[in-house]
């Protein structure tokens, strides 16, 4: 894959450990050096060829001449008071995205972007309000992960990655799933699937393509809504695939032993909030294996909802415990520094002029 730069040189980033054997065998270097330099990328964080020191001096110089190894700059770290941090990653082509930095919960966490900004429109969202700028490269998405792992010290540690910073996985399908591919090999994070959650807001042919994949990630399944109606107005995507056909595939989804489909449900006060919803989202997912994430707004300027009051969103979740749903709430992590969920968005990006606001407001 050529670079968004589109630098003529292969980079050492964004290719596969088979693409990068092949590579190295086209250019007179044994194949075994991939392992080596995947190694050094992933498992050591190294970001420079040069400083690969058991290579020899003459392979640097040859991998120097002939590749490239990109990796997203951090030009932003902003910690919040319950020690989540915030990173605002630069790209080569200087686009900043943001990746998030979760400790304990229980696990260390990474909240990882696929794309600069989406595409989805979501109206409580304000990624979505920037608008899809591009898509990231595989290389890119699991550059985010090199970068925080190096920057947490992880890089030697058990850590979670969740696919729910900017963009749509599974409208950037081919370079995600590659990425996961890359992240998850015994030379480099060797990251395994378990510890991985893909979020979408549930493009259909995205997850049939999904149930079919070696590397199975666990789904989470961005819902929001009960009815067709409501979900349109708040998810867009919802008119091409509505809830029924959503509902379908999460029914067939390969899913191993005792393991569930999270659905999230955002609670906007007095939207999507009320007895009568919870209680369509029990039938709803009557016949799915299911657990509910209940994410409380996390509201922000511009967006035109209210986070709803404990004492509802108790109210809401008692009903689903009432009916074995197993629920949890999200305890919102960053909102301080604007890293909580919905929150990523990064400041003078490629923001919608206000009237295009003020059309999605009204659609
Ligand atoms: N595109 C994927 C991943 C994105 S974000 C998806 O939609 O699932 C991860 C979660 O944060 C989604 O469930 C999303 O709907 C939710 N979210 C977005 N804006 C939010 C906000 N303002 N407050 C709380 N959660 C929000």
Redesign the pocket.
């Known amino acids: 894959m050529t670079h968004p730069q589109g630098d003529r040189h292969p980079d050492l980033a964004e290719l596969e450990l088979h693409e990068l054997e092949t590579a190295l065998e086209a250019r007179g270097v044994e194949r075994f050096r991939a392992r080596q330099l995947y190694r050094w990328i992933y498992r050591r964080g190294v970001t420079d060829i040069t400083r690969m020191t058991d290579l020899g001096r003459t392979l640097r110089d040859t991998l120097t001449a002939e590749f490239v190894l990109s990796t997203p700059r951090i030009i932003g770290d902003d910690r919040s008071a319950d020690g989540t941090r915030k990173f605002v990653l630069e790209l080569v082509d200087r686009q900043p995205i943001e990746a998030v930095f979760i400790p304990d919960t229980p696990a260390m966490t990474f909240c990882i972007s696929?794309q600069v900004g989406?595409a989805?429109s979501?109206s409580?969202?304000?990624?979505?309000r920037m608008g899809l700028v591009r898509n990231l490269t595989a290389g890119e998405i699991a550059g985010q992960v090199r970068v925080l792992a190096a920057a947490t010290e992880l890089l030697d540690h058990p850590f979670n990655i969740?696919?729910?910073?900017?963009?749509?996985?599974l409208?950037n399908y081919d370079q995600t799933m590659k990425a996961l591919r890359m992240l998850h090999g015994e030379h480099g994070l060797a990251v395994s699937p378990r510890r991985v959650t893909l979020?979408?807001?549930g493009i259909v042919p995205g997850l049939e393509r999904l149930a079919r994949e070696p590397f199975m990630p666990n789904l989470?399944?961005?819902l929001?809504a009960t009815t067709d109606a409501q979900r349109s107005a708040l998810?867009p995507p919802n008119r091409k695939y509505p809830l029924a056909a959503i509902l379908e595939v999460c029914r067939r989804f390969p899913l191993k032993k005792r393991s569930r489909i999270t659905f999230?449900y955002?609670l906007l006060d007095g939207v999507n909030d009320t007895p009568e919803d919870a209680r369509r989202l029990v039938k709803l997912l009557a016949a799915v294996k299911a657990k509910v994430n209940l994410?409380?707004?996390?509201?922000?300027p511009g967006?035109p909802?209210e986070r709803p009051s404990d004492e509802r969103v108790e109210r809401f979740a008692q009903i689903l415990a009432d009916r074995h749903i197993t629920v949890s709430v999200?305890k919102?992590r960053g909102r301080d520094i604007r890293a909580?969920?919905?929150?990523?968005i990064v400041e003078g990006g490629a923001r919608k002029s206000a009237a295009q606001q003020m059309a999605l407001l009204m659609r």
Do not use: K
């Not at 409580?124 to 979505?128: I, K, M, Q, S």
């Not at 994410?295 to 922000?300: D, E, G, Q, T, V």
């Not at 909580?340 to 990523?344: E, F, K, R, S």
């Open positions: 696929t989406c989805m979501c409580f969202c304000l990624t979505g969740v696919l729910m910073g900017m963009g749509e996985p409208h979020s979408t807001v989470a399944v961005s929001h998810v999230e955002v994410i409380p707004l996390n509201p922000a967006i909802f999200r919102s909580a969920c919905g929150q990523l």
